[in-house]
């Protein structure tokens, strides 16, 4: 570091990675939403093409998430 002095990089992988430990849980709760809002989407298509529709829609709002990200 500038002042010459050693830094546990231990402790800088634990402050990092214990960061994403936090998001954990917020990341669990937005697929989750993201999910359920894709279920409630074309409620109207034939039968057959409905589940794939669905699941379009989850994709398309997972790659926008990405996408903004």
Same mark, same amino acid.
């Given at each position: 570091?500038?002042?010459? &002095? ?5 402790? *800088?992988?634990?402050? *990092? #990675?214990?960061?994403?430990? &936090? ?28 589940? #794939?529709?669905? #699941? ?9 998430? *990405?996408? *903004?990200?």
């Amino acid at each position: 570091f500038q002042n010459g &002095e050693a830094y546990d990089l231990s402790r *800088v992988y634990e402050e *990092v #990675f214990g960061l994403e430990r &936090e998001q954990t849980d917020v990341l669990k709760a937005d697929v989750d939403e993201k999910f359920r809002i894709a279920q409630n989407t074309f409620e109207d298509a034939p039968a057959e093409d409905r589940d #794939f529709l669905k #699941f379009f829609s989850f994709i398309c709002m997972l790659s926008f998430d *990405v996408y *903004v990200k």
